[in-house]
């Protein structure tokens, strides 16, 4: 019902440059605004959605609105910076999900660099080998790879190696209870180091306090995302946090 009334919105979480203060990204993610319910999110009904199959048709709209609004915003003149959208195991799975990819950024007229696709380590090493294949085909179209919540799972190091990935997404488990926890800031500070060398960018998520964020500039932590920036908000809102980014830079 959710789709065919289209019920469904997005909101976009602004992802933060350490070192310049400047928005360089936005992660879309996916709302219900129910007429009974309200609000409701994505941990409420992506799980149901996920074990009845509906999370393709419902993942291909989250990637078809978050193209759309990115071109729109171009269209606008406005400094638009690239979206990531998450994708799940059955979406990534799916026969069709490497032609719905480029049907949508056709459809929408989006350069594919203004797109990525943030996949988890479980779902890229349930079968690497067809994982390394699917990513590659999508490096092609031009689109923007990261890991999501990255030291969770069972990477391989050398399929990781392997796989051509842009992005490291720190896990929030790790960010919570930094500096304090000096395991979490030392499997931080790893990930960090590893990303460093393999010339990826490294993302920590979960960001919502001062010294969290002066810690991950210090070791050298290329972005953020956190309610400490912004929490996630509406596309109004959001192009109005760029605006308001530029213009402070600028002055």
Request: aromatic share 8%.
């Amino acid at each position: 019902r959710a789709l065919k009334q289209g019920e469904f919105l997005l909101h976009f979480q602004p992802k933060i440059n350490l070192t310049s203060g400047m928005i360089t990204g936005a992660e879309a993610l996916v709302r219900w605004s129910s007429p009974d319910r309200g609000l409701v999110y994505p941990k409420q009904f992506v799980p149901i959605a996920e074990e009845s199959g509906l999370i393709v048709p419902i993942g291909r709209w989250v990637l078809r609105e978050a193209c759309r609004q990115v071109q729109s915003w171009l269209d606008a003149g406005l400094r638009a910076v690239p979206v990531a959208v998450n994708t799940s195991a059955v979406e990534f799975r799916h026969a069709d999900f490497l032609e719905g990819v480029a049907l949508i950024l056709k459809e929408t007229g989006l350069a594919p660099r203004y797109l990525e696709l943030e996949l988890t380590e479980s779902v890229l090493m349930h079968d690497a080998e067809s994982s390394a294949s699917v990513l590659e085909a999508l490096k092609a179209m031009g689109v923007r790879l990261a890991i999501d919540d990255f030291g969770t799972g069972y990477s391989s190091l050398s399929y990781l190696q392997r796989f051509p990935i842009d992005t490291l997404k720190i896990d929030r488990s790790f960010v919570t209870d930094i500096p304090d926890n000096l395991d979490d800031a030392a499997i931080t500070r790893a990930i960090v180091a590893l990303g460093k060398s393999m010339q990826l960018t490294v993302i920590a998520e979960g960001v919502e306090h001062e010294h969290q964020a002066t810690f991950l500039r210090e070791i050298g932590c290329d972005e953020v995302q956190g309610y400490y920036y912004s929490a996630p908000v509406d596309a109004e809102h959001f192009e109005r946090l760029i605006r308001e980014n530029l213009a402070a830079k600028v002055s």
